[in-house]
């Protein structure tokens, strides 16, 4: 773990395209707020069907473009899945996960019968089909082979963490304390049978490991420290800061994406544009 006088970052992007205007001031407020600290690089590639080393290779040099520079070894998600297992088995052991047998189309079926289903920040919530189901069948479902994913029993998991808040720091340095309202996600996925892990799961756990003080990320992605503060409880971590800044969007509003490839840096590159000049238009 770092000195805790140090401020550790990261910049986190998963390797499913080529790196953005949007990635690039992630990635630069990121190394500013580490300060004289630690500016650290993850690869979140755990999604197998869409991560390809192309991509991984090209965000590499498009960073160094830019002029960062990086802790290293890199940890790449895809190489530490052990990690993932075990903390999955912790979560297991208290008794706050389950195996769901639902398919997008059960849930979706599911939801029209019970009527309008409540919505998350994820979208609809699933409804706990298989919350209830005896552990025999569970068990028959696995042996059979069924496909599953592990939901968290959100009810179980925040009777057993109670209150939580985390500390959040704004563009101007000041912090405040956030009341963690997991519930609003209802039992979201934290692994699947061939992957065993989430989003959720893996970035917690990687912060925790990594000694990231300060998370700094978009503020797409507040509503999701919610339930990463839960699972920091339940697996007895430590919570870092958060800091979720502004998302940049073009001339119409619409936010940087992938799919944009006149903006990726891939692109300025090809067309001679200037680090230094894209870093002081991001930066200004």
Request: glycine fraction near 6%.
């Amino acid at each position: 773990m770092s000195d805790p006088q140090t401020v550790v970052t990261r910049f986190a992007p998963s390797p499913t395209g080529y790196l953005h205007l949007g990635h690039a001031y992630s990635a630069l407020v990121a190394a500013r707020l580490a300060g004289d600290g630690k500016f650290i690089l993850r690869i979140e590639d755990i999604d197998p069907g869409r991560c390809r080393p192309e991509f991984e290779e090209a965000l590499y040099e498009d960073l160094a473009w830019l002029g960062l520079e990086w802790e290293t070894p890199v940890r790449r998600q895809s190489d530490c899945m052990a990690d993932y297992v075990d903390a999955l088995n912790k979560l297991s052991l208290q008794g706050v996960t389950y195996p769901c047998f639902c398919t997008r189309k059960d849930i979706a079926r599911e939801n029209e019968t019970a009527g309008q289903a409540p919505h998350g920040p994820e979208g609809a919530i699933y409804p706990g089909t298989c919350r209830t189901l005896p552990n025999s069948a569970r068990q028959d479902r696995i042996n059979a082979g069924d496909a599953f994913a592990f939901r968290i029993d959100m009810a179980e998991a925040h009777d057993k963490a109670g209150p939580l808040a985390w500390k959040s720091i704004d563009e101007e340095g000041h912090t405040k304390e956030i009341q963690a309202n997991p519930e609003i996600f209802g039992d979201v996925v934290l692994a699947r049978k061939d992957v065993p892990t989430s989003y959720h799961l893996a970035c917690t756990l990687d912060d925790h490991l990594q000694g990231i003080t300060l998370v700094s990320r978009g503020e797409d992605l507040t509503a999701a420290t919610h339930v990463h503060r839960l699972l920091q409880a339940l697996l007895d971590l430590e919570s870092p800061t958060y800091h979720h800044h502004r998302l940049l969007t073009d001339d119409t509003g619409k936010r940087y994406a992938k799919r944009d490839k006149s903006l990726t840096l891939r692109s300025l590159r090809a067309d001679g544009k200037i680090a230094e000049d894209v870093r002081d238009s991001l930066c200004r």
